[in-house]
């Protein structure tokens, strides 16, 4: 097996100083815990930013360089100028909304370009000093988009692969960014470029014609004597080890716990983020209990939103949106014995995640836009007493492989009450049938099948160029 490189924004475990003790925290997002399986059996290396190591004293910063090294992390250390022009400014500020369809959200300015640029240039160094002849690179996100083709220049004939855990947008929502061209020729440096869901796969194919004049041959562009292909992966979950926590005694008792005779639970669990449909989601329960006296008092929406992007401008307002809604809804039904929303800013581990995700009765997923969400196939993966009912988002890459969810159009408020209230009332028989088929899904198209079959492609793809295939 060939060592790989992984390269992504953040490394999976984040760094932070608070009150001058030093925290080393797993990275919140999908894409740190995905890709913490296939690091750990490639015996390879993981090349990213480790949080704010600059504020650490010199004894500590040697210890915790030691700590990464053993764990074959390797750190790209960023400046408070880099943090907030490349990735607060030009990755989140910019790309993230334009690629989840929110372009309200985009700031006027236009200055962190740059920084973006300079940034990725500084990732293919530090990968290119690190590449051994033989070493497969995988390069993942929209962070780093330009990776792939600086680092062709550097190493002609590496094997490059380039995953993006986000929506790839629509081609005429594409063609706003003034960068576009830079971010295509960027894409194209790798071998093979893997999308969650066909869809997306297809708005890139369209971009590369409307804004290169590329025509892309079903899953596969030439250029400059190289192919590159493009793939759909949905990425999966580590799905058998999720279930047998969730499976644990401890899971439920403590999931026994959570619950209260005679009260529904519905559970959100998100990044405090403006694509996940958080407000939307509120709207909805307060819709349901507008309509539904009877319900008024019997159900409660345990609502975990973890804290994220806290200095991008957009985030900031965000939050005091959320907390003014819940306070207006719970204001309105609550009862002397209970509030509809009870909201929680702050993170969770796995087993308190598990139990949460056991002991709910419907788990509402309702992003605006979501390039996979691994939320979805984390609360299937729990349920191993097969029950529960899944609410998702039909704009959510999950829904293209998770059709016995109840699918609704997440701007639909009142779509979004009436699947609550479907899934409240469902019998047992069709929860158990749908959520049998969901696990069916999400066990077998695990993350370690995800990664084997995008490393696989790239693998493939390499032979038949070396077996003479292309010229
Ligand atoms: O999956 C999208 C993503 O942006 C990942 O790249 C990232 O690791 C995760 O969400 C969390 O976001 P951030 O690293 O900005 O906290």
Known sequence: MSRILLVSNRLPVTVKVEHGEVLVTRSPGGLATGMKGPHERSGGLWLGYPGDIARLAPDQRTALEARLEELRYVPLHLSSGEVSRYYEGFSNGVLWPLFHYLLDRIPLGDRDWESYRRVNERFAELVAAHYREGDVVWVHDYQLMLVPGMLRKKIPNARIGFFLHIPFPSAEVFRILPWRAQILEGLLGADLVGFHTLSYMRHFASALLLVLGFEADVDRIYTEGR????????????????????????????????????????????????????????????????????????????????????NVEAYQGFRSQVDELVGRINGAYATVHSVPIHSMYRSFNERQLASLYRAADV?????????????????????????????????????SELGDALVVNPYD????????KRALVMPEAERRTRMQNLRRRVLQNDVHGWARSFLETLEEQNESMSAGGLA
């Open 227 to 310: 192919e590159v292909r493009l793939g759909a992966f949905p990425m999966g979950i580590d799905a058998a080890a999720l279930s047998t926590l969730a499976g644990s005694a401890e899971v439920e008792a403590e999931a026994q716990a959570i619950r209260q005779p005679g009260q529904h639970i519905l559970l959100g669990i998100d990044r405090l983020d403006y694509t996940k449909g958080i407000p939307r989601r509120l709207l909805a329960i307060e819709r349901l209990l507008e309509r539904e006296p009877s319900l008024r008092g019997k159900l409660r929406l345990v609502q975990v939103t973890v804290p994220s992007r806290t």
């Open 413 to 420: 408020i009142g779509e979004v009450a009436a699947a609550i």
């Open 363 to 399: 788990m509402i997923v309702t992003p605006l836009r979501d390039g996979m969400n691994l939320v979805a196939k984390e609360f299937v993966a729990s349920r191993t007493d097969e029950d529960g009912v899944l609410v998702l988002s039909e704009l959510a890459g999950a829904a």
